[in-house]
């Protein structure tokens, strides 16, 4: 595709509920990376991944966190049993290769209720 | 990743003012972007800076690679009202971007 696109745009949940959020990159990139944007805490790096691996989960809050991608395209990171304090904009963000400059979607808004 | 030190946190522009914002770190990047985000969006890559000492242009916009590799600048000339938004800063080290705090440019009324 043209950019970087996540889905669902929007989502509100119930504390305790899972939620699966998606992130198609942009055509031929390589690498995958998922942030978290929320008040007071910045940009936050959560996990990178080349290909279908992820070397770097080092970011993931807990393991409540997951994600996965697959055919080195399409991720999903998934929260289990989500908790208020996981509100906050998920942005993704892919890059041709390794290191090179990354590119963001417009972002997941959570809100846990 | 690590906190870069981005100010001012937040400015007033008029319609045709020039803008600067910086951004320094205690640690060195390979790669200096600068990204713009407006509500609900995600960030919009504006420049990118590969070398130190680069000083790079998109139209009014102008950035530059601090010589050391701790640093840069975003200037904005003659700004239009589209202009407001959050500027972060970001450092590239390997694969892992660390961001600025955010610069909020508000137009004065």
């Known amino acids: 595709g043209a950019g970087v696109s996540q889905s669902p745009s929007n989502k509100v949940t119930e504390k305790g509920k899972d939620v699966e959020l998606r992130c198609d990159p942009i055509?031929?990139?390589?690498?995958l990376y998922w942030y978290r944007q929320s008040l007071g805490q910045g940009l936050e790096f959560l996990i990178y991944?080349?290909?279908?691996?992820?070397?770097?989960k080092s970011g993931l809050p807990s393991d409540r966190f997951s994600a996965e991608r697959t055919g080195g395209s399409v991720s999903t990171l998934t929260i289990q049993r989500t908790q208020q304090e996981d509100s906050a904009v998920y942005l993704c963000?892919?890059?041709?290769?390794?290191?090179?400059?990354?590119?963001f979607g417009p972002g997941t808004r959570l809100l846990v209720l | 990743g690590q906190q870069l030190n981005q100010s001012p946190q937040s400015m007033f522009i008029q319609e045709g003012e020039d803008v600067s914002m910086n951004c320094t770190s205690s640690s060195i990047f390979n790669t200096w972007l600068w990204y713009k985000q407006d509500p609900g969006e995600g960030p919009v890559l504006l420049i990118a800076l590969y070398k130190a000492g680069e000083l790079t242009s998109n139209g009014r916009l102008t950035a530059q690679f601090g010589i050391t590799r701790k640093d840069s600048f975003l200037n904005i000339s003659a700004s239009i009202p589209s202009d407001v938004g959050i500027y972060f800063c970001?450092?590239?080290?390997?694969?892992?971007?660390?961001f600025g705090a955010g610069t909020t440019v508000t137009v004065r009324a």
């Open positions: 970001a450092g590239l080290y390997d694969y892992k971007l660390s």
């Open positions: 963000a892919s890059s041709l290769k390794y290191g090179e400059t990354q590119y």
């Open positions: 055509s031929g990139h390589t690498a």
């Open positions: 991944f080349q290909g279908n691996s992820a070397p770097d």
